[in-house]
């Protein structure tokens, strides 16, 4: 399966897209300009960056990134799989990661995911191929693929810059819940990714709420997807 890539002249050609088929994006464009275009590594080290960059801040999270490079220089998974416990927690990484590290790393060795051939899957079996690691979530699976691999046409409808940014998008009373995020984001096809790029540089530019919290319709359970993304 041939993967069109979200790469520097294919965002250009979305945001024109996006420009065409929503006034409200239009209007965005004049107001914040375009985004930038956001890459990660492929294979084990990008995933294990999602993994560390969960639950903490931007700024720890690289604390712990830059002594796990340091031990782990290659960032292979066997070497991964090498480390002591000790020597992992001596980085800053909690007893859930490890575990999650080594799950990922294991199924990675152990070919249950296969970077070579996760290019030739849709986006739902891609997604469903990273998400049988412990620790892979489909929202992170989703970025990953986003900004790992390119894929143009994902929308993490549980992202809460994305909530947020859509709702001010769309005037909304309150914040869409993911289903109707997706439902949202239906016309922007075949250039969903784009779109949640202009949405999190749309959020990280827009004017604050005002004191009052508005009314939302998201789970307890929310991820927190927004300081990792936005």
């Known amino acids: 399966m041939v ?40 294979g084990f080290n990008g995933l294990m960056r999602s993994i560390v960059g969960q639950q903490v801040s931007v700024h720890a999270a690289r604390s712990i990134w830059l002594r796990l490079e340091a031990a782990v220089p290659s960032m292979e998974p066997a070497d991964f799989l090498a480390q002591s416990d000790e020597q992992l ?59 790992a691999h390119g894929r143009p046409d994902i929308m993490p409808g549980l992202d809460l810059g994305l909530v947020i940014a859509a709702q001010h998008l769309k005037r909304l009373r309150k914040r869409p ?19 949640a790029l202009l949405l999190w540089h749309y959020r990280r530019n827009m004017p604050d709420w005002s004191a009052k919290a508005p009314k939302t319709e998201l789970p307890k359970s929310q991820p927190k997807a927004e300081a990792d993304a936005s």
Do not use: C
């Open 89 to 147: 927690r001596a980085v800053g990484l909690s007893n859930a990661k490890m575990r999650y590290g080594r799950s990922l790393a294991g199924d990675i060795v152990e070919g249950r995911i296969d970077f070579a051939l996760l290019d030739t899957l849709d986006d739902e079996a891609a997604i469903a191929m990273l998400t049988q690691a412990k620790g892979i979530g489909p929202w992170t699976a989703e970025i990953y693929l986003m900004f």
């Open 177 to 195: 819940d993911a289903k109707r995020l997706i439902k949202i984001a239906e016309p922007w096809r075949p250039w969903r990714s784009a779109a």
């Open 3 to 42: 993967q069109v890539v979200l790469d520097a002249a294919n965002l250009r050609k979305a945001m024109r897209h996006l420009a065409k088929v929503d006034a409200d994006f239009a209007r965005v464009l004049k107001e914040v300009g375009h985004p930038a275009l956001r890459e990660v590594p492929t």
